[in-house]
């Protein structure tokens, strides 16, 4: 059996912890689509999920970072938080130390933003631009730094361009959400799926993630998702890095609860993806991963970093759940059939006690069991920060 096959047997059933009983998950093990995950890349000697820091996250807060009246916020109050947040997180006295933990000057490096959320929550020109300027001042020029995220229209209407140095380039996979453009996408690198019997069954990761970049750092909001109860850094750098993923939900079910992880374990994407930085000063508790209008909006006004994107997201659903509750709101793992008016995106959008998919907050903890974190609250080691 050559390497090729063998990659495909082993990803074709990937091990999932706790099938029964936790909250969100499926009633049965037998609910999991099969899935086929294709790739010659061999994984690093260390992973970038979970990397070096497995389990721990940094929360650095910020009652100074976001004027709720405007929602703009403090570059000068980011700055600080980036470099508490990055010293914190790897022990170093200094950013610059932090950042060259790493990256090398030789790195390409991608920046994998959220734009889903624009006008209101995306990810913040402020974070964005304060990245690129520490991967500068670690040797990294703007030449070699890719801002990317899938669809070119999104990338348009959040405009980073004037943020940035010239030399970075932004760049998508495809124009728009409308599956008729597949250059941007690798013919060689996929996940194979039958959800629905659906026509087309592959979802392929980005050309510029597994031929080019040589680092992935994910910068995601902190959202509600109709489908997986939240969406964090597992989604952004799954759904965000792969093609034709929006079929894994349809007619009120969906498949994420498997499918988010096992997208974020297809090499190279895994071990390329070596820092998790999430952008909680804006975020959305209900009606996401879309923000078009402020109704929904809150703000955590904070920042986690860490290497394990599950940790990260474990927090995550509670900061979502804790906010729908404050609004007397149903919580994400309610799975209820009595909220939910299937495909109803009107009704959705008018009451936080509808659900148009039976979410899957339970992708965070199938992911934990493919390797990709710390999914145990108990194991969580979370450091709190306050500028």
């Excluded at 020029?141 to 990338?155: A, D, G």
């Excluded at 990761?205 to 509600?224: A, C, E, H, R, Y």
């Excluded at 793992?333 to 339970?362: C, F, H, M, T, W």
Aim: glycine share 8%; net charge positive; charged share 25%.
């Amino acid at each position: 059996m050559d390497r090729r096959s063998f990659v495909r047997l082993m990803a074709a059933v990937p091990f999932a912890p706790s099938l029964k009983g936790a909250p969100g998950d499926p009633a049965t093990a037998g609910a999991l689509p099969k899935l086929d995950v294709v790739t010659k890349y061999a994984p690093a000697r260390v992973p970038g999920m979970p990397g070096p820091y497995p389990g721990r996250v940094i929360a650095v807060k910020s009652e100074k970072s976001v004027d709720v009246e405007t929602s703009a916020a403090n570059d000068e109050v980011v700055r600080e938080m980036m470099a508490r947040g990055m010293c914190a997180l790897t022990g170093k006295k200094t950013a610059l130390e932090a950042w060259k933990q790493f990256v090398v000057p030789a790195d390409i490096v991608g920046i994998k933003v959220n734009c889903g959320g624009h006008p209101w929550c995306v990810s913040a020109y402020e974070i964005v631009a304060e990245i690129v300027r520490q991967l500068g001042a670690a040797g990294v020029p703007p030449t070699q730094v890719y801002v990317y995220e899938r669809f070119q229209n999104q990338l348009d209407e959040v405009n980073y361009a004037p943020h940035l140095p010239e030399g970075v380039t932004i760049v998508a996979a495809e124009t728009a959400n409308r599956r008729a453009d597949n250059r941007g996408y690798d013919p060689a690198t996929y996940v194979e799926a039958d959800l629905f019997g659906e026509e087309d069954t592959r979802s392929n990761m980005m050309k510029l993630v597994s031929q080019k970049l040589t680092k992935v750092i994910n910068v995601p909001n902190m959202k509600d998702h109709g489908a997986t109860g939240a969406t964090g850094c597992l989604k952004n750098i799954a759904y965000g890095s792969f093609s034709n993923v929006a079929r894994t939900h349809y007619r009120g079910k969906s498949h994420t609860y498997s499918f988010v992880g096992t997208l974020a374990s297809v090499e190279p994407l895994r071990s390329r993806t070596v820092l998790q930085i999430m952008d909680g000063l804006r975020g959305v508790w209900h009606g996401g991963p879309f923000a078009r209008t402020r109704k929904y909006v809150f703000y955590p006004k904070q920042i986690l970093f860490g290497t394990d994107p599950v940790a990260i997201d474990r927090l995550l659903l509670d900061i979502i759940d804790d906010e729908r509750k404050r609004h007397g709101a149903i919580s994400i793992y309610d799975r209820s059939p009595q909220y939910l008016k299937v495909d109803d995106g009107r009704a959705r959008d008018a009451d936080p006690n509808v659900n148009i998919i039976i979410r899957e907050p339970g992708h965070v903890e199938f992911a934990a069991g493919l390797g990709l974190g710390v999914a145990d609250k108990a194991r969580i080691k979370v450091q709190d920060i306050v500028v």
